[in-house]
């Protein structure tokens, strides 16, 4: 019975179904809804202005690496930071979460038209593709990061799976950059390597000389 009462004394947050029914529809990395969802919970806590250092402990990041991820959620138009005086006319900042919510809302719009279908499923390969490169650099991409790689994807029409062999090449020799991966996918370029099946065929081929 304590423990009911510890748990039910330590309060409840709720979170619109409609984050998770289109996770895969939205363009926001893992660290991105992750830092989403604790910055929904701050807000409906109602705990003030938030401390920047407490909630990247929170989410296990280091603080440049979460305030870099909140200023990404707020250049995708996720959150708005909100400034506002309190009445010493002391500087603070506020955060709204409703944008985000306001865009899932379409999803559920019968009159909404969406030339969704390809759309959606270019959206969850850049994710899948930011969510991997995140993954093995061991932390958070800028934003500037994250349009290389949607640049790649979008402008130069590189699959994510040539993508995913050219961070695979990056982690094989310990060069954990964008820069390295970018030399890599233009010099199978440059061979005429333009598939990842092509790519594997030349590495068999150096393989057994």
Do not use: C
């Given at each position: ?50 401390d ?43 955060y ?20 969704a279908?390809t ?43 040539l ?12 060069a ?34």
């Amino acid at each position: 019975m304590d423990e009911l009462r510890g748990i039910l004394g330590a309060g409840q947050v709720s979170f619109s179904r409609l984050l998770f029914d289109h996770y895969q529809d939205l363009d926001l990395t893992a660290s991105e809804f992750t830092v989403y969802l604790f910055i929904s919970e701050f807000v409906q806590m109602g705990k003030g202005e938030a401390d920047m250092r407490e909630l990247a402990q929170r989410t296990k990041m280091r603080p440049g690496d979460f305030t870099a991820v909140l200023s990404s959620l707020n250049d995708k138009g996720a959150i708005r930071i909100l400034t506002k005086k309190d009445d010493g006319g002391r500087l603070h900042d506020y955060y709204d979460v409703t944008p985000l919510l306001t865009k899932l809302l379409s999803y559920t719009d019968p009159q909404t038209v969406d030339p969704a279908a390809t759309r959606s499923q270019q959206t969850s390969a850049s994710r899948q593709v930011l969510n991997q490169v995140e993954t093995e650099f061991g932390r958070p991409l800028s934003p500037i990061e994250q349009q290389t790689v949607r640049a790649w994807l979008r402008d130069d029409h590189y699959s994510p799976e040539l993508v995913s062999l050219a961070l695979r090449e990056a982690v094989l020799n310990q060069a954990y950059s964008l820069k390295y991966m970018d030399r890599v996918l233009l010099s199978w370029e440059k061979n005429n390597l333009r598939t990842p099946e092509a790519v594997q065929r030349a590495q068999r081929r150096l393989d057994s000389l």
